[in-house]
């Protein structure tokens, strides 16, 4: 049975930037990455991480001058996890997007998820989501309902490491 928590917070920082200056971006630590076209990135970090992760991507894309941007979008997303058992069969139900073969590393894809434009990363055991901030109460209500079938319980954010990318 899968767990379903909201991460309140989760850091989520847009990077705009060349395809080769993307390209050469690093991954700052305890950051999930998620590349949404040639000149577009995201990563996600844990609560509170935000300036740290916009302080590492303004230093790398430096050089790139006014070609380059860096935008802290935290407030604009929720991120929702289902973590555990059975949280492929939750998402297939609110879902026609493929997940993607879970791994150890997080695989980045998008697509409409609860009837909403979203932007997801799929582990092993986990699925993590974000969707705007607006269609919030409508995506946790869709949630709920299509979990109550298979079991799924609704749990408090883990206090340490709730997107599960701190290393």
Not at 3 to 32: E, N, S
Request: aromatic fraction near 6%; include cysteine; hydrophobic fraction near 45%.
């Amino acid at each position: 049975m899968p767990d379903l928590f909201t991460v309140h917070d989760a850091a989520k920082v847009r990077c705009f930037a060349p395809p080769a200056a993307i390209d050469a971006l690093a991954t700052p630590a305890g950051a999930l990455r998620g590349r949404i076209a040639p000149n577009e990135v995201v990563f996600v970090g844990e609560p509170g991480t935000a300036a740290a992760i916009i302080a590492t991507c303004s230093s790398s894309l430096a050089s790139e001058g006014a070609s380059a941007m860096v935008v802290d979008h935290t407030d604009g997303w929720t991120l929702f996890s289902l973590v555990g058992d059975g949280a492929e069969d939750v998402f297939a139900r609110i879902s026609m997007v493929p997940l993607p073969v879970a791994s150890g590393d997080a695989s980045f894809f998008m697509g409409r998820i609860g009837d909403v434009a979203s932007k997801a990363f799929r582990r092993t055991g986990r699925i993590d989501f974000m969707t705007g901030m607006e269609t919030s109460r409508h995506v946790r209500e869709v949630l709920e309902h299509a979990g109550h079938a298979v079991g799924m319980h609704a749990v408090p954010t883990p206090d340490t490491n709730p997107i599960g990318a701190a290393r």
